[in-house]
Structure formats: structure tokens, C-alpha cells
């Protein structure tokens, strides 16, 4: 048991660097930007609380496991913001790799079990991974409507673009909450000349 | 629907002042303090890798919805450093307001669920939040080791304290994983001259 405890604890050790990735969104009293082990965490709770809003019936622990190991590629692969330019192959090879080298770190069963919760969310083909999708998304509209814009402004972002990138997973997973949201982004965004 | 996902929507930004509240314990990289969100992210990972070493069968959702839950009242209370002088009625009695009125801007069927979670937790008398508290003590001390001592220098820690503090609760909820930390305490603090 030693050996594997020894890996397992390896493993947690690693991850605490997911604490350093930052993200190109901030904190709700505009502090600092927000980084991913945090994030990783309020969008748990996104999860927990807005579940009965789910476009499918979901069971939660597995919700829960896949939000929880959802960023941790990002420890190797860093943050693509949403709203950046991305070349997709690229970071898809790049998470892929950090995947492989981060579970990896971990004893074999619990490294297939992981793999396959992150691959599972990256391909919203179950009611879980569409529901988590949606929930992930949530959390930066919420804080932008509260800041004034904050990375719809860094980013220069319309209306448009919002619906296609946000709108779509979110009322994919979530259309009651994709329906409460939508009327408050159109508002902000025609109050403020971006739609 | 609507005057139920305002109220959800509410604590969900509320919580997000979890990020704010700094705890005794460090980063692994010793940049800085650890906030409580994402060391609430941190332990539900911990709890993930190593639930096959609790001591009793548990329900992995109702770890990780209680790991998920636990530091929330610290949004009013603050954290109360494990090895710091502590009021032990005054602290219980802060964090009953805290729950009272971050709970409450949930819709009641809300509240009550994620109230009788956290009360749960604290009280310790289920194999779930037995295996919680026991986790939840786990990740300062492997981060003091690999500090140099951490928060055991700041707070003047000996290993008696340590035992009882930290060692009771791992040992109760898992105690193959204490089986392996307590040599590496006992050589750390021997070795440093505190014990
Ligand atoms: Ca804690």
C-alpha cells in the first residue's frame, strides 16, 4: 500500500499548481483574475445547486468528479480563454499530453478512471458531460454582468459571439437557466452599444 | 422558476467570497497563503484519490457535497487556524449565524439539504463526514513537510499536538493513509528538534 499511496499523494501534490493558473476572468469585487483550482470549485457548486435545472436527468457524483478534474490538463496546457484566439489542434494535443503525464502521476486504475471522466466531459455526448459543459460557462456572465463587462471588454466581444460560444453549451445542459440569463446579456449589451 | 434561480443565483455570488478568506496554510511553492475555495477544490481531490482508505464504506457524492459545503460559513466566520487559540463556543456560534444567513438565500428545500450536510460534518458521527474530517486535515501537513515546517513554525507545533489535532481525525476516518504520514511527521519533527 505504501507505493500506492506514494503515487496517490504525488498526484495531489502536482495539482496544487492548478492554484497558479490564472484565468482570464476575475474575482466577483474585481481583486485580481481568478485562478482555476477556485474556479474549478465554485463551478462545483454551480453544479450542486442549479442540478434540477438540468436538460437531462444527471447523476451529480459524476457531475461533481468531472467539474473537479475538468482544469487540471491546464497545470501543463495553461488557460485558453473562451473568448481568446485559439488554435485548437494545438491546445487539444497540448491537453491531451498533459493528461497523459498528469493522471499519469496516479496508480493505473485511478489514472483510466480519470482519463476517462476528462474525456467524457471534453465530449459532451453524455446528459453529465452537457450538463457540466453548460455549468462551466455559467459563472464569467454572471460576474461580467456584475463588473460592467469585465472579459467582454478585455476581449472585445459582441452579443453574438456570446450566444455561439456561451449560449449554445449553456442551453444545451441548461435552457431554464440559459433562459434566465439570456434577456440580462441582451439588455447589457445593447445598453452598452456592443449588439 | 424565475424568483427561484434569482435566489440560487444569489448565494452563488455570495460564495464567491469564499476566495477571499486566507487560511494558515501555504502554496506548495510557498508564494503565498492558501484561500479557502481553492483549498476546498484541493481536499474533494484528495478525497477522490483516496477514498479506497477510509476506514468504513462510504457514499463518495456525500463526501465531496460535504468537502464541497464545509468552509462556506467561513465567508462570515473566517478561518480559524487549527493550531491558533481558539474560542471553541464563540467559533461554533459564529459559524451557526454564518450558515444561517448564507444557507438562507437559498430557496428553503436548498437550505435545509446543504445545512443538514454541513451540520453533519461538523458533528462527525457518520462514516461520510468522519472520512471528510479526516481528509480535510490531510494537505497542510504534506505541504509542511515539503516547507520546511510551514504553518508548524509559525503556530510553534510540537508532534504531541499534532497527534491529537490532526493524527485523532486522519487515524479515525483513514487509517492506512495516517499509517503512512506519521512516521514522515515523527522523522520531520525529531529531526528539527520539536519533539
Ligand atoms: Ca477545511
Do not use: C
Not at 54 to 83: C, F, N, T, Y
Not at 94 to 102: N, T, Y
Not at 103 to 108: Q, R, S, V
Not at 110 to 134: C, G, I, M, N, Y
Request: hydrophobic fraction near 45%; glycine fraction near 6%; charged fraction near 25%.
Amino acid at each position: 500500500m505504501s507505493a500506492r499511496l506514494d503515487a496517490q499523494i504525488a498526484f495531489l501534490k502536482e495539482a496544487d499548481h492548478l492554484k497558479a493558473v490564472l484565468r482570464a476572468s476575475r474575482l466577483l469585487d474585481d481583486s485580481r483574475f481568478e485562478n482555476s483550482a477556485e474556479h474549478s470549485w465554485h463551478v462545483m457548486l454551480y453544479a450542486l445547486v442549479l442540478v434540477e435545472h438540468s436538460a437531462e436527468p444527471v447523476d451529480i457524483a459524476r457531475v461533481l468528479k468531472m467539474l473537479l478534474l475538468h482544469d487540471i490538463v491546464e497545470i501543463d496546457a495553461g488557460d485558453a480563454p473562451i473568448h481568446g484566439d485559439v488554435d485548437h489542434a494545438a491546445k487539444a494535443a497540448a491537453e491531451e499530453a498533459a493528461a497523459e503525464r498528469l493522471f499519469g502521476l496516479l496508480p493505473d486504475d485511478l489514472q483510466h478512471e480519470f482519463k476517462s471522466l476528462w474525456v467524457e466531459f471534453e465530449a459532451e455526448e453524455t446528459p453529465e458531460s452537457r450538463f457540466a459543459k453548460a455549468i462551466d460557462r455559467m459563472p464569467t456572465p454572471i460576474t461580467n454582468l456584475e463588473l460592467g463587462g469585465g472579459s467582454w471588454i478585455d476581449y472585445n466581444v459582441t452579443l453574438e459571439q456570446l450566444d455561439h460560444r456561451v449560449g449554445v453549451p449553456i442551453n444545451g445542459g441548461a435552457p431554464g437557466v440559459w433562459g434566465w440569463l439570456r434577456p440580462k446579456l441582451e439588455s447589457w449589451f445593447h445598453r452598452n452599444g456592443r449588439a
